[in-house]
């Protein structure tokens, strides 16, 4: 059984808490300006949009079959049992494949850090190991945010829609998009207004059959070429930039003898 988060639009107030919740968390900074902002970023994993009264929630969807898993040329990323999919920043090479390869923009990175990482919701993989829902789930004063087994919540969704007729847009997102989903979502207005377009089968086959067309020599290449190219590159970029961290801490230290 994996976990899962269930999020209902109709009954989200958009208080944003579980913005807030998910800051702390992560230990990212969060104030009024970071509330105000629409999208997610390197320092906001999850958001809620408005559009007038409605509220919809972005936040990693954690794939049952990520793309960004699938694209990664290092194992960086990876599906756990549990549900979340988790990221290994010692592994990552910083090619940002993932964030290509994402149908939801998920991935962001930390364009102005020495050692840049790439950041997203992880779906608080370190609390649902330690048997604890997320902390969106555990903060949300309406229970729009839900957190359980996948199975459960969509039974639970597919219950609310037929005790509902005429309340929700008929359908389970997440359930088959992009291959199905660990985060389910459920609203009164279409998924698409809110960015959801996502195909309703596995993406990484879609890379697979794309790859396939072309001879092998030219995306493995490229793949690997483009790796090494980016593996060299960043390494000389943080010797640079350590370099010259080192050059004005002496600087420094000469100036206060
Ligand atoms: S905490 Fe719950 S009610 Fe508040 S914005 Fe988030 S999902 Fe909506
Ligand atoms: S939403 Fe994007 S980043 Fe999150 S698991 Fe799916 S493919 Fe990976
Ligand atoms: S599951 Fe955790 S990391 Fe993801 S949005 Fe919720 S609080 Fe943030």
Not at 31 to 60: I, N, P
Not at 99 to 104: K, L, Q
Not at 214 to 230: E, H, K, S, T
Request: with cysteine.
């Amino acid at each position: 059984m994996s976990k899962a988060i269930l999020y209902d639009a109709t009954v989200c107030i958009g208080c944003k808490m579980c913005e807030q919740a998910c800051a702390e968390h992560n230990q990212l900074p969060y104030d009024e300006a970071t509330a105000a902002e629409q999208k997610q970023s390197e320092h906001k994993y999850t958001v809620v949009l408005t559009k007038g009264d409605k509220f919809m929630r972005r936040l990693c969807m954690n794939c049952l079959d990520p793309t960004c898993a699938s694209v990664c040329p290092v194992g960086a990323f990876k599906k756990t049992a549990a549900g979340p999919v988790i990221y290994d920043e010692d592994r990552c090479m910083g090619c940002r494949y993932c964030m290509v390869a994402c149908p939801f923009g998920v991935p962001k990175y930390e364009w102005g850090k020495l050692l840049p990482r790439v950041k997203k919701c992880t779906m608080c993989a370190d609390r649902v190991q330690a048997g604890l829902q997320t902390a969106c789930a555990e903060i949300c004063p309406t229970g729009a945010t839900k957190f359980g087994e996948r199975d459960d919540l969509i039974a639970e969704a597919q219950q609310r829609l037929r005790d509902n007729p005429g309340k929700y847009v008929n359908r389970v997102y997440g359930l088959n998009d992009a291959g199905g989903t660990s985060v389910l979502l459920l609203s009164s207005v279409p998924f698409g207004e809110f960015g959801y377009n996502t195909p309703q089968y596995p993406l990484p086959m879609l890379t697979y059959q794309m790859l396939s067309r072309i001879p092998d020599f030219v995306p493995l290449g490229g793949i690997l070429l483009g790796g090494i190219w980016w593996i060299t590159h960043r390494r000389e970029e943080v010797a640079a930039a350590e370099a010259r961290e080192k050059e004005s801490a002496g600087s420094r230290r000469g100036g206060t003898r």
